[in-house]
């Protein structure tokens, strides 16, 4: 019998699909995702139907689907790619989040160890901490409070691990140090490959994605939310030129150029050596100096923390004469 492990899946249906044709993967072979399975791409339910309802699937905790389970008892703060999933799955959340709380924080084959996150070199599987093995940021913060180095260089077992959350290289290939660790996220979502590894052999197969997702995701959420939302009227200085149809179409299209900065933005600093390995904090303070001085600067924190639409916009850009001083700034008038 095969074993077909997969890195981050996270909701790129077809993508999972077309990688399952091309490992040749049978009813009676394993199929065994590593987490984050849901959130950020286009057809989650889709995605979460397959692992409840296949008998020969099933799926690693990872940090996605914990936060929701946490964030449906008041623990956790959902984030965007949550809530968007929420409304996705629609009535059947109830459902989802308790598929969600049985998946297991780790899996051992007799060929390798399966977490989604991380692993603390010394540690007893069955002693490790959740949030180590899940990848959240408090395991973050545990491990660099406590190691210098990344966790796959203190790893000393033999047996191999092999991990989704991060994508190590950012190239689309998997990362494979020492041909003990192997990371699978290549980041589908974001516009590179879906990739999964077939034990007993470690063979490598992957597909491309169909386009960055989570990027097209988070604009139509804006785009839909600001068209069902009404703008409540707030007084204009005497100095400014009352909102008219035209105004909300640039200030629209000045939401559409930061959203689209901010994607390149994060892509450039993700490319760079350890940003991941960095606090919130510190992935914050490089975001500022990434995008220096510019009149989109509040704009594009509030896409950063994925905060921004035309509602919130409107509190920071308050009048029409404002809205045409900045589009004539970056260039779109």
């Known amino acids: 019998m095969k074993k077909l492990v997969i890195g981050d899946i996270h909701g790129c ?7 399952l044709s091309k490992s040749g993967i049978s009813d009676q072979d394993a199929i065994i995702a590593l987490g984050d399975t ?3 791409g286009p057809e989650t339910p889709q995605v979460l139907d397959f692992f409840r309802q296949q008998p020969n699937a099933r799926s690693l905790m990872g940090n996605h689907e914990r936060k929701h389970v946490l964030g449906a008892k008041g623990q956790v703060k959902l984030a965007l790619s949550q ?18 709380s049985t998946l ?15 692993l603390e070199a010394g540690v007893p599987l069955e002693e490790q901490l959740a949030t180590v093995l899940c990848g959240t940021m408090s395991g973050d913060r545990y491990l660099h409070s406590r190691y210098n180095r990344p966790w796959y260089e203190l790893y000393d077992s033999q047996k191999p691990v092999i991990v ?21 996220d290549t980041s589908c979502v974001h516009g590179k490959t879906l990739t999964g590894l077939i034990l007993p ?15 097209m995701m988070k604009l139509n959420y804006r785009r839909s939310k600001a068209a069902t939302q009404p703008i409540k009227a707030k007084a204009i200085s ?23 900065q901010n994607e ?46 035309l509602v919130r916009a409107r509190k920071v850009v308050k009048s029409q004469t404002q809205v045409l001083e900045i589009a004539k700034q970056v260039g779109l008038r």
Do not use: C
């Open 13 to 19: 249906y077809f993508e999972f699909q077309e990688l």
């Open 164 to 184: 989704g959350h991060l994508d190590y290289r950012k190239d689309g290939h998997v990362f494979v140090y020492h041909e003990r660790i192997f990371g699978l």
């Open 264 to 309: 390149q933005i994060l892509a450039h600093l993700r490319n760079q050596p350890n940003y991941e390995n960095l606090t919130p904090r510190q992935q914050a303070n490089a975001y500022a100096a990434e995008i220096g001085e510019t009149p989109l600067r509040v704009l594009l924190h509030m896409a950063r923390k994925e905060q921004l639409d």
């Open 83 to 100: 809530v968007i999933s929420r409304e996705q799955i629609g009535e059947t959340y109830g459902d989802a989040l308790l598929f969600m």
């Open 238 to 260: 005497a100095r400014s030129t009352a909102w008219d149809e035209g105004s909300e179409k640039i200030l629209q299209e000045i939401l559409d150029l930061v959203a689209k």
């Open 38 to 40: 849901v959130d950020r």
């Open 201 to 215: 052999d470690f063979t490598i197969v992957s597909v491309p994605s169909r386009g960055n997702h989570w990027s």
């Open 104 to 118: 297991p924080n780790w899996i051992e084959l007799p060929e390798a160890i399966l977490v989604h996150g991380y």
